[in-house]
């Protein structure tokens, strides 16, 4: 599949570890309208790799997470739901500075304009310390996944690439999410130059076509093309890298000169939150099933939609029979709806 | 009533201004539990002094508001509320450095087990400026309410004392709520020094025996005598001091001498949340209205007392005619419950 | 000599205790040339409060410093070099939080282009704590002085403020050195406010009609009249308000409505540092010797006149037959010179 | 030499880039006692890659400088001096928020006992932008010096990783003293992580056994073995690893396996600053004349002995003819003194 194979290996007890941001999401119950009309709400854990964890768990895969939880109400409802699913939470540790729960109330003005109110100021998250990571959790999986949020602020940048430097000494393959939102950040420039330290360690890397322009700033592509995008990263570490144009798809690039799409699937959309989220969950199963990577596309996309026709993210998250019956009954022509 | 009569300037247009805090409670829709168990919440205006003129609003004051909210929609919840209430909001400014609205998220594990998560980090509150005080607002009212949680934190500490010294030279009555919370505040020597600084000012001060205490945690009162507290703000501008003592009930101090218990009430707690708000504005009410201080005491009581028999706070302060009739209702025995 | 006479308490083993900014002054040992021609500097002890303090030692009086010092070498000059001058110490604390001594390298091009490099970035002096604050000393001083850079943050601040609370405590007289800078403050704001809060406790002002201005500039006085000043601080503690216009001379206004000017000598000017606190030591002296306030007054000038004539600030302070004999030869015309 | 040949580009019109940390060093004129009792200081230009810098221009190179000065008298005095030493100083940008120019006051009890007191809070040097390096001054060095103690915060790093990759786009050699100093830093897991990031890039390492503990506190070499320390960069950039000993002197290891010691020299010893920066510059010199790592270390000792000889560490630094003829002169046994 690429000349730099990502091979999984089978003799690690754990098949999958994420590190970084948990959080939770407040969602309005009260949809298709403005928020200062909202008036109650439902919380879920949230946060990318928090998601993505939750649905390779509900995926069937043995997973753990790294990561520092409030010790407040909220940090404890996040470790609780997590355990809940089956997760290993050996790795995460309780802030005990004061640091709050990071939250994300969610607004669904209608499916297609949806926003975030976010609240990150102190959260513990960013908390985790390089010298929390425990190293045995990454020598015994097979997949490390980091997230861009991770990188923002010290000390958790330090312990993303801490996570990093395990993975790279026990062989751990290392996906990287790039997930960037630029609140927490200070400046462009800080942005760009950590996104590019840790993706030169990565062996899959998924990220939007703004993500890479961004990482790319400061020279080197300025007609914003993919083929240079991935070729740089096959330079380092990388085997796959997986670029997304919205509506137009993603285009999965790999280190033998291939490129691959994947067809797409009607949903009935709610909102378009976790639709990241669940696709990289489906990809990365797919890949560590040993499927080829359009299989593993489609089964991302399919995950998706299940996604983004619920109210939540987290809790959304569908297991295997769920997506291979919704591909199946897409294929049927059983499933309209806006293509996600 | 007092030799430094308090008197209220019946020229001035308008009745009551507060100045502060300005933010959002979520309280937990499942209540006698654990927040861990909670799912949902739902969401109403808060803060101490925005509940206190809710209250006065509610009760037929003509009032205004002076503070900062975040630019966002939590922020235009909160003026869109205040507005519905009738409440002058031309001082209430808007936030652009990207601050938020303050949170707090209730927990009601039982009637008497109540406990708030607070989210109180770069919040939009505490960036009202000293030269955003609008010095008409205050030069037309009546009674101007300060509340120690805006002394937290320049530069609302400086605001807050631009509005005492407006008050001074537009001689309207101050009333100062003391309103201590420990979070936001750097150290009790900080707190105690602006406190202090603050109560010189005052006519009437109303607080906890415990927050008195902070204020003289560097000397002058070992045995934490009531009549040593408020003899030392008689020496200032203050001629009602009252000091309360939890389940032991609340004693006003005048500088005339005199102190004034009140009669309490029976009440069927569901929280504790919000009761020194609703007495508090019951109270001022009542000197506004010409009563004697345990009349004006007494209003203050059972306006309380409907205030936490109900899930919120702001929206539970109740109108005149509600605050008489449940005085007469408990003078008929109708109202049984814990006495608050 | 004023309606609110101040009098010294004669029982008090203390006649002066300062509290506030300790530092380094390096002076440029090549003068009349730009700082970057400078290669060699000689170091001082500085601060207004200190050159004050160290004014009123040498002319005699029995003294004290209240304020903090780097745990360093330049922390330890500093303590050394008070204690070879007399200065009770035990007032003077030791941080030990890895705060540097404030420094300020001096640059003279020419007597009349003088101008400062100040480093003041997390500085000792500024640490000073509230509870550090030793109430004996002031207890048994006849005079404070507290300098308006001390109030620049916190916790020094609140240490100011609690050292003026014992002073009213203990009826000491309260000196206030404006000394207004404006590194260090956040806002033209903050500084009015607590400017202002400080000024209300003391009985003597002494500041440049520009540092009254800054403290007038939320109203009050449009014309920047000298007699609205003085009458405002007349309405709180103050008995005299010395009001500094460059050139044109200072003027002393007190309560009973009477205003003062002083002779002023000529002098042989190397540079203007130092010129304001060797002014204050002197003053303060003579009016603690019961002299008339004129007669304080021309002992401040001459004693200004000797410290502008010479390299350093701290170290040229005179003691007291220097400066009568100072204003003995200008009287008999034996000191030519640019009038200061 | 190596395997990894460090071969300089002969095209390149720039022999030398240095970026990093400009200062000033004010060094006390009274030596052998404690500051305390000094009070006069000279001042020099200061900062470790300033003075390789001075050193390798003085040698004959022709070299530019990349950094940020304040922009007051000592900022002025340090591009003034600069460039009277022939130095490019068209990378060198102006701080505009206020920074200030960071000092280090010298203090020499005896030639063993030296010690720093630094000022470093707020620093100018430590503000250089990622986008202030001159991608064009980079591309024409043949070698890129990076220090790091520019490591040490935001936004300072950013530009050195930017700095890093120009270097590594244009092929430049680079070389890395990793100059660590603790102050500036917060957290041991922080200056390891970035410190391990950027020596991952650089062909040539230097720095002292303890500096190479630090970047291996979180593993991989227990038993502080300098063949573990080298192997380990040998598999990233790394042809060259110089490791200091103290008295024992120091071992450059190198990518085929072999290591090198050099001869020491003895030396009249005023003081030990400066002597890795002379060392440094005496050593990169020697790598890019050709000749071979003995004859380079045997120059770079013999250029330290010289600077620990004289007063200052900048100005010291001596010409390529001056280094010879030490060399020549301890061969003859005309130098006696401590071995350096």
Same mark, same amino acid.
């Given at each position: 599949m690429t000349n730099k194979p990502i091979s /999984? @290996?089978? #003799? +690690?007890?754990? @098949?999958f570890v994420a590190v970084g941001r948990l959080c939770i999401d407040l969602n309005a119950?009260?949809?298709?309208?403005?928020? =200062?009309?909202?008036?109650t709400f439902t919380q879920y854990v949230g946060g990318s790799p928090a998601n993505i964890c939750i649905g390779m768990s509900r995926l069937g895969l043995k997973t753990a997470f790294i990561g520092k939880v409030a010790d407040d109400q909220m940090g404890r409802f996040i470790t609780g739901y997590l355990e809940r699913e089956?997760? *290993? $939470?050996?790795g995460v540790t309780v802030d005990r500075t004061g640091a709050v729960t990071g939250l994300a109330f969610t607004e669904i003005k209608s499916p297609t304009d949806c926003s975030i109110l976010m &609240?990150? @100021?102190?959260?513990? *998250?960013?908390?985790? =310390?390089a010298g929390e990571v425990r190293e045995e959790l990454i020598a015994g999986a097979k997949l490390l996944l980091i997230s861009? $949020?991770?990188?923002? +602020? #010290?000390p958790s940048r330090e312990a993303v690439f801490q996570a990093l430097d395990y993975a790279k000494r026990h062989r751990a393959v290392i996906a990287f999410d790039? *997930? &960037?939102?630029? &609140? $927490?950040? $200070? #400046?462009d420039e800080e942005t760009a130059a950590y996104y590019n330290l840790a993706a030169e360690k990565c062996h899959i890397i998924i990220g939007t076509r703004e993500e890479f322009d961004m990482m790319e700033r400061l020279g080197g592509n300025p007609t914003r093309d993919d083929h240079i995008t991935a070729a740089k990263w096959f330079q380092h570490s990388a085997g796959i890298v997986i670029i997304k144009h919205g509506k137009d798809g993603s285009i999965a690039y790999t280190d033998d000169g291939a490129s691959h799409r994947a067809r797409s699937f009607p949903a009935k959309v709610? +909102?378009? /939150?976790g639709a990241g989220d669940s696709y990289a969950a489906g990809f990365l199963y797919g890949l560590m099933q040993g499927w080829d990577i359009p299989a593993s596309m489609e089964f991302g996309s399919a995950a998706a939609c299940i996604v983004i026709s619920s109210h939540s993210c987290s809790d959304a998250m569908p297991k295997a029979p769920q997506v291979h019956d919704y591909i199946e009954r897409c294929l049927k022509g059983e499933i309209a709806g806006t293509s996600s």
């Open positions: /999984f @290996d089978a #003799s +690690k007890p754990l @098949d119950n009260e949809i298709n309208r403005p928020m =200062e009309e909202t008036v089956g997760i *290993d $939470t050996s &609240y990150r @100021d102190n959260v513990a *998250d960013l908390k985790l =310390e861009g $949020t991770a990188l923002a +602020k #010290s790039l *997930d &960037y939102r630029p &609140y $927490t950040w $200070t #400046s709610v +909102k378009t /939150f």
